[in-house]
């Protein structure tokens, strides 16, 4: 595939606690709204979350706007890795959010790749938008981890 039609962004923070309590933070989707800024939504949840095959939706606000998203979980290692992906129109989104130890604590990694067999991603994908949601979504999970928070 064409340079152009595919596109990778990668943002991380660094989490004053173990792997293992992060991933019970995170691991609560539908807890995600009442921390994540990004998060507007959760819905449609498996009830086997977190392994390959189950799906979920939810609906993110980017920039301001609310979005839908329908996924599919297509790698699960947890507490140490997960990812889902969707398709909308011709777009692939693949989200890959992993936890590695750092020291005492964890590297939270949230990476994204899009592709595309007709579009120009590179072009004109919303980079900034994007990692700004990326961030958003990290420093909340941060936050709500050191505060020591229990999952919901």
């Known amino acids: 595939m064409s340079a152009l039609r595919s596109l990778t962004l990668t943002e991380a923070v660094h989490i004053n606690a173990p792997p293992d309590r992060v991933w019970a933070v995170f691991r609560d989707i539908r807890a995600w709204p009442e921390w994540n800024p990004v998060c507007l939504r959760v819905w449609n949840v498996s009830p086997t979350l977190w392994e390959v095959g189950s799906r979920f939706s939810f ?39 992993a936890f590695t130890p750092e020291g005492a604590g964890t590297r939270a990694t949230d990476t994204k790749e899009f592709s595309s067999p007709l579009l120009p991603l590179r072009l ?20 709500r981890v050191e505060a020591g928070r229990p999952a919901s």
């Open 59 to 97: 609906t993110l606000r980017m920039a301001g706007v609310p979005v839908s998203f329908q996924v599919t979980v297509i790698a699960a290692d947890p507490p140490h890795r997960v990812a889902w992906s969707s398709r909308v129109l011709t777009i692939t989104g693949t989200r890959t959010i």
């Open 124 to 143: 004109f994908y919303p980079r900034p938008i994007i990692h700004r949601m990326a961030q958003a979504s990290l420093l909340a999970l941060k936050r």
